[in-house]
């Protein structure tokens, strides 16, 4: 699609060269200036593409699980350009990528397991995250529902693990605060107790710009395939209700 073309509301037409180009300017130019001036292409091929997503992607979504969010808000499926700078050294007023995500609109975003689209200057990712506080009073799917059920369901976890995590179709990696810093471990957790105190595990597949079929409408579809494939890691790791086998079951 050329940078001339008009884009019809709450359509997705892919993700395009100009998706990445505008990420790519605004590293060399974050500042509010230069983002007002180019407000109408951020509205156009960032924002745009990611509403024009959720439109095509809502009904599979709620059929997949009823309860998703899907209403579109920014701070709930959408994420934020503008940084919190307020304690931050890095006084830079935007971030350099852009965000998708659906999780149990009954709960908060941060609190859940969550299937997600990324956007930035270098690829678009699609997969699936779970962060927690590492707090001792943490109340999130990861502190409450993954780790009691990595102890309680550990076979049902490892099948999981060989059947999407195994073939290689996705990439991995996880987080921990080690020594005061927030430390990247790729691939999966070893030990037992790694998975016990992780507080975030990735699993997503990237896309390079040039990635085929990325910049048309039908990437939409490889979206809900790779969602149906990883939604099973949603229900094990943040599913609270007592049918979450049964959950697990229906979503094959």
Same mark, same amino acid.
């Given at each position: 699609?050329?940078?001339t073309?008009?884009v ?8 395009t060269?100009?998706s990445?180009v ?5 590293a060399e130019?974050?500042?509010k200036p230069?983002?007002? *001036?180019? *407000?109408?292409?951020?509205? @156009?091929?960032?924002?745009g593409? $990611?509403?024009g997503l959720l439109?095509e +992607?809502? #009904?599979f ?5 009823p ?6 808000k920014?701070?709930r499926n ?5 940084r919190?700078? &307020? ?5 830079t007023?935007?971030k350099?990528n852009?965000? %998708?995500?659906?999780?149990d609109g009954r &709960?908060?975003r941060?609190?859940?397991?969550r +299937?997600?689209?990324g %956007?930035?200057?270098d690829?678009?990712?699609?997969g699936?995250s779970?962060?927690g ?7 999130s799917a %990861? ?6 059920r990595l102890?309680?369901? !550990? =076979?049902i976890f490892d099948?999981l693990?060989? @059947?999407?995590? =195994? !073939? =290689? ?7 921990? @605060?080690?020594k005061?810093e927030?430390?990247?471990h790729p691939?999966l957790?070893r030990? !037992?107790?790694d998975? @016990?105190t992780l507080q975030a595990w990735i699993v997503?597949?990237l896309?390079?710009p040039?990635? *085929?079929?990325?910049g048309? !409408?039908?990437f939409?579809g490889?979206?809900r395939?790779? $969602?149906?494939?990883?939604y #099973? %890691?949603?229900?094990?790791t943040s599913?609270s209700?007592p049918?979450?086998q049964?959950l ?5």
């Amino acid at each position: 699609m050329k940078a001339t073309e008009k884009v019809t509301p709450n359509t997705f037409h892919g993700f395009t060269r100009e998706s990445y180009v505008f990420f790519r300017e605004l590293a060399e130019n974050n500042n509010k200036p230069w983002f007002d *001036r180019n *407000r109408a292409r951020y509205d @156009q091929y960032v924002t745009g593409a $990611f509403r024009g997503l959720l439109a095509e +992607l809502e #009904p599979f979504l709620l059929e997949l699980n009823p309860n998703f969010e899907t209403g579109g808000k920014t701070n709930r499926n959408f994420s934020r350009i503008n940084r919190d700078i &307020r304690f931050s050294k890095d006084k830079t007023p935007y971030k350099s990528n852009y965000y %998708l995500y659906v999780f149990d609109g009954r &709960r908060e975003r941060g609190d859940e397991g969550r +299937l997600y689209v990324g %956007l930035s200057a270098d690829c678009v990712t699609v997969g699936f995250s779970i962060y927690g506080e590492g707090k001792k009073n943490d109340t999130s799917a %990861l502190a409450t529902v993954f780790r009691e059920r990595l102890r309680s369901h !550990p =076979a049902i976890f490892d099948r999981l693990l060989r @059947q999407i995590v =195994a !073939p =290689a179709r996705f990439e991995t990696y996880w987080h921990r @605060q080690e020594k005061g810093e927030w430390t990247t471990h790729p691939g999966l957790p070893r030990r !037992p107790e790694d998975w @016990q105190t992780l507080q975030a595990w990735i699993v997503r597949k990237l896309f390079k710009p040039n990635a *085929r079929g990325l910049g048309s !409408p039908a990437f939409a579809g490889e979206v809900r395939n790779i $969602f149906r494939e990883l939604y #099973p %890691l949603y229900v094990f790791t943040s599913a609270s209700s007592p049918k979450w086998q049964n959950l697990l079951k229906n979503a094959k």
